[in-house]
C-alpha cells in the first residue's frame, strides 16, 4: 500500500512538473513587463504609464498570447511564441480618434475610436478584466 502511493505521488508530480514545463516552453523569451508606453504623438498620457505584468498574466493567470495579440481581423495569433516578432500595439493602432472612457467603458466600442492606441488597449483590458474579476479602477493598473 506504501509503495503504490509512492509511485502514484511520483507520476502526478512528474505530470505538474511537464505541465509547468510546457506552460514556460510557450513564455520563454517573452519580457516579464512591458511599458504599455503610448508612441502616438497625437495622444498624450495623463495617467502614468501601465507597467505591464507579462509574466504574471501568461503563467500565473494562463492568459495565452492569443488573447492580447491578433490580427487584422481580431483573430487570435495562435502560433506566436516569444521567439517570434510581435508588433507593437501602436503599429496598427496609431489613429488620432482617442476618443473617452465611455467608447471603451460601453457594450460596443466605437469603430472609429478602436483606430486609436488608447481605446484599442484599454477595450483588451478592461474588457478582459471586467470578464475575469481584475482590477477596474484605473489606478490599479496606472499605479504612481
Given at each position: 500500500?506504501?509503495?503504490r502511493?509512492i509511485?502514484?505521488?511520483?507520476?502526478?508530480?512528474?505530470?505538474v512538473m511537464?505541465m509547468?514545463?510546457?506552460?514556460?516552453?510557450g513564455t520563454?523569451g517573452?519580457?516579464d513587463?512591458?511599458?504599455?508606453?503610448n508612441?502616438?504623438?497625437?495622444?498624450q498620457?495623463?495617467m502614468?504609464?501601465v507597467?505591464f505584468?507579462?509574466a504574471?498574466h501568461s503563467?500565473e493567470?494562463?492568459?495565452t498570447?492569443g488573447?492580447c495579440?491578433?490580427?487584422?481581423n481580431?483573430?487570435?495569433?495562435?502560433d506566436?511564441?516569444?521567439?517570434g516578432?510581435?508588433?507593437p500595439?501602436?503599429?496598427?493602432h496609431?489613429g488620432?480618434?482617442?476618443?473617452t472612457p465611455?467608447?471603451?467603458m460601453?457594450p460596443?466600442?466605437?469603430?472609429?475610436a478602436l483606430?486609436?492606441?488608447?481605446?484599442a488597449v484599454h477595450?483588451n483590458?478592461?474588457?478582459c478584466?471586467k470578464?475575469?474579476d481584475?482590477?477596474?479602477?484605473?489606478?490599479e493598473?496606472?499605479?504612481k
Amino acid at each position: 500500500m506504501k509503495k503504490r502511493a509512492i509511485i502514484l505521488g511520483a507520476i502526478i508530480s512528474g505530470v505538474v512538473m511537464l505541465m509547468a514545463a510546457g506552460l514556460y516552453a510557450g513564455t520563454e523569451g517573452c519580457p516579464d513587463t512591458v511599458e504599455m508606453k503610448n508612441e502616438n504623438a497625437f495622444e498624450q498620457h495623463k495617467m502614468p504609464v501601465v507597467n505591464f505584468d507579462h509574466a504574471k498574466h501568461s503563467e500565473e493567470y494562463g492568459i495565452t498570447c492569443g488573447e492580447c495579440h491578433h490580427d487584422e481581423n481580431h483573430e487570435p495569433l495562435a502560433d506566436l511564441t516569444c521567439q517570434g516578432k510581435v508588433q507593437p500595439c501602436f503599429e496598427c493602432h496609431s489613429g488620432t480618434g482617442a476618443g473617452t472612457p465611455k467608447d471603451f467603458m460601453g457594450p460596443k466600442p466605437d469603430v472609429e475610436a478602436l483606430k486609436s492606441y488608447y481605446t484599442a488597449v484599454h477595450v483588451n483590458c478592461v474588457g478582459c478584466h471586467k470578464k475575469q474579476d481584475g482590477p477596474k479602477s484605473c489606478t490599479e493598473c496606472h499605479a504612481k
